[in-house]
């Protein structure tokens, strides 16, 4: 805070961090941060476990912004309208993700835990398949209705 960050962490930002970025929050420098990006290999990635958090918006003036309602589905349980999480094929066929064909908000509310393996494998997408010729990374979009 205040003087630290122009003294401290700036100089050492700059000195240490090639694929980073030191940033001042709020004025008079009340706040600041040095974000350092890494990028690396990860052996077994289909083995990763990741946790989704989630939520939804509507807009319900038209496009116009005028009126949105938010929920996430990890807070605010039982006020979301029962929202209900499903995977599903292109084929409309449900997945299992992380043990379950429906996630309920109760049962969602601290994160759907799942691996990359189950993911890729609802898209019907396996990392052996010999098409795949991806040695710096994957691209994953995951739509949500």
Same mark, same amino acid.
């Given at each position: *805070? &205040?003087?630290?960050?122009?003294l !401290? =962490?700036?100089?050492?930002?700059? $000195?240490? =961090?090639? $694929?980073?970025?030191?940033? =001042?929050? #709020?004025? @008079?420098?009340?706040?600041?941060?040095?974000?350092?990006?890494? %990028? @690396?290999?990860? $052996?077994?990635? %289909?083995q !990763? !476990?990741?946790?989704? *958090?989630?939520? @939804? %918006? =509507?807009? *319900?003036?038209?496009?116009? &912004?005028?009126?949105?309602?938010?929920?996430?589905? +990890?807070?605010?349980? &039982?006020?979301? &309208?029962?929202? !209900?999480?499903? *995977?599903?094929?292109?084929?409309?066929?449900?997945?299992?993700? #992380?043990?379950? %064909?429906?996630?309920?908000?109760?049962? +969602?509310?601290?994160?759907?835990?799942?691996?990359? $393996?189950?993911?890729? #494998?609802?898209?019907?997408?396996?990392?052996?398949?010999?098409?795949?010729?991806?040695?710096?990374?994957?691209?994953?979009?995951?739509?949500?209705?």
């Amino acid at each position: *805070f &205040g003087d630290a960050c122009a003294l !401290q =962490v700036a100089p050492w930002c700059a $000195k240490n =961090v090639s $694929k980073g970025s030191y940033l =001042v929050q #709020g004025s @008079f420098n009340n706040a600041c941060s040095c974000t350092i990006s890494r %990028e @690396f290999m990860v $052996k077994n990635t %289909e083995q !990763q !476990q990741i946790t989704l *958090f989630h939520g @939804f %918006e =509507v807009d *319900f003036s038209g496009g116009k &912004g005028a009126s949105i309602q938010r929920r996430a589905i +990890a807070h605010n349980v &039982g006020e979301d &309208g029962g929202m !209900q999480t499903i *995977f599903e094929r292109d084929d409309g066929l449900r997945c299992h993700i #992380g043990g379950k %064909e429906l996630w309920s908000s109760t049962d +969602a509310q601290h994160g759907i835990s799942t691996t990359v $393996k189950e993911l890729l #494998g609802c898209a019907d997408v396996h990392l052996d398949a010999p098409h795949h010729h991806r040695t710096t990374g994957l691209g994953l979009n995951l739509p949500l209705d």
